[in-house]
């Protein structure tokens, strides 16, 4: 049945509709869960607060336990999902990038909007930055695909890549994931701030 | 209870299920015996020489020819701009990539068209969509393109208009019909319609 663009069930048109009714969905929730604080995000990384990790890896087990039930239904066909290429080099000296940006900025790109969209100067800085960067990315394209295009590894699956099957490593992904919002609940407990 | 405790209470033993139950490896776009039958029967695999002739001399990045023949027998002749994918190796996983993919129309080809056909419908079992057979294979080709005849005076327009079209496509692939024949109309009925290729594409997304 699904992926439901690809089976062409719905219109490509209808898909796009159905992204811009979830997007903004999804910016009303970052937005009403207090994402658009800058504040909130650098406290992953001070340890005062933990709800963007809790959250996020929420949502990826639950759209990752909710994929694999609808494939084990037949409701879905995991191989028409795309998966993101992986570029070893790009991915590793992109992750540093991003990940300073993410503590500098206190914002990763779709909160960003969400910071914007409610006139967050902050937000619209880190907005303007981010063009910037696209800006520069692409017209010193020349200087670094070679880098950008290296290490090629395909669309590897972890699951796969440690030999098991894609349950038990969400299962494991699972036990991970609530032992790593306990560390969290701890931190927030051992490093806390009043007024941020 | 504490959220935390009530998330995993859900959510472990949903783990333990996935993690139990054997992953549905089941390809459920696979073409079913029946369908299969009716579109062969189409016979929509099938491109004419004259669209891949067309193709090759405006250089078509869409074109991809694969040569399902032996390596000896590429090697000794192909067509422009071909590759070579022996039938015995199709299932290679080196070429999934090339098989499986939606940008680019895949022409197979062979002496006649009886392999070429096997890989269309081996690939088309897969659920595969870009891939196509050149119809008539190489021995057509040779005499449709490379060594076209003129028809009789008697003929249509339009079969002069295609005779035309071979001789000059023939001309431009190194073929040896350089006769000159009297001037005719070239109508635009010997220009092949090219079939856009049918286009799948995977979903996207992102954060």
């Known amino acids: 049945m699904g992926p439901l663009a690809i089976n062409e069930i719905i219109s490509e048109n209808t898909n796009l509709f159905l992204a811009f009714i979830i ?4 910016g009303f929730v970052l937005e009403s869960s207090g994402f658009s604080s800058s504040r909130k995000l650098a406290g992953v990384f001070y340890g005062y607060d933990t709800v963007v990790l809790k959250v996020f890896f929420t949502g990826a087990i639950t759209c990752m336990l909710g994929l694999l ?9 995991l191989n028409l999902v795309y998966i993101n290429p992986t570029y070893l080099t790009s991915a590793i ?3 540093i990038i991003m990940g300073a940006g993410f503590i500098i900025g206190g914002f ?5 909007f969400c910071g914007a969209a409610i006139g967050k100067i902050d937000g619209i800085v880190f907005v303007v930055g981010l063009f910037l960067g696209v800006l520069i990315f692409g017209l010193g394209y020349n200087l670094w695909d070679g880098l950008y295009m290296a290490k090629n590894l395909g669309s590897p699956k972890i699951s796969e890549s440690l030999g098991m099957s894609d349950g038990l490593f969400a299962l494991i992904l699972i036990i991970v994931a609530l032992a790593m919002f306990t560390v969290g609940e701890w931190a927030e407990k051992k490093f806390p701030r009043e007024v941020y | 209870m504490k959220p935390r405790i009530l998330l995993a209470l859900f959510i472990i033993p949903l783990g333990l299920i996935i993690a139990a139950v054997p992953q549905n ?17 189409t016979r929509t695999q099938f491109v004419t020489p ?14 991809q020819l694969i040569d399902v023949r032996s390596q000896e027998e590429f090697e000794k002749f192909n067509l422009p701009g071909s590759i070579n994918i022996p039938l015995t190796d199709l299932l290679s996983d080196q070429y999934t990539d090339i098989l499986n993919q939606d940008v680019k129309m895949n022409v197979f080809y062979s002496n006649a068209t009886i392999n070429a056909n096997e890989a269309w419908m081996i690939t088309r079992q897969l659920g595969y969509t870009n891939n196509y057979v050149l119809e008539g294979g190489l021995n057509y080709w040779f005499d449709a393109i490379l060594n076209p005849k003129a028809p ?14 071979r001789k000059g496509a023939g001309q431009a692939l190194g073929g040896g019909a350089a006769v000159q024949t009297e001037k005719m109309q070239v ?3 010997a220009k092949p319609v090219i079939k856009a290729a049918a286009r799948k594409k995977k979903a996207s997304g992102g954060c």
Do not use: H, Q, R
């Open chain 1, 69 to 77: 039930f609808f494939s084990l239904f037949g409701w879905i066909d």
């Open chain 2, 25 to 41: 490896k089941t390809k459920p776009y696979k073409l079913t015996a029946v369908e299969m039958l009716s579109e062969a029967n």
């Open chain 1, 23 to 26: 997007g903004i969905a999804f």
């Open chain 2, 187 to 189: 109508s635009d009925a």
């Open chain 2, 152 to 165: 009789a005076s008697t003929s249509s327009d339009e079969e002069f208009a295609k005779y035309d079209f």
């Open chain 1, 108 to 112: 990763c790109p779709g909160t960003s």
């Open chain 1, 93 to 95: 000296v992109g992750g």
């Open chain 2, 50 to 63: 004259e669209t891949v002739a067309d193709m090759i001399v405006n250089k078509d990045p869409l074109l």
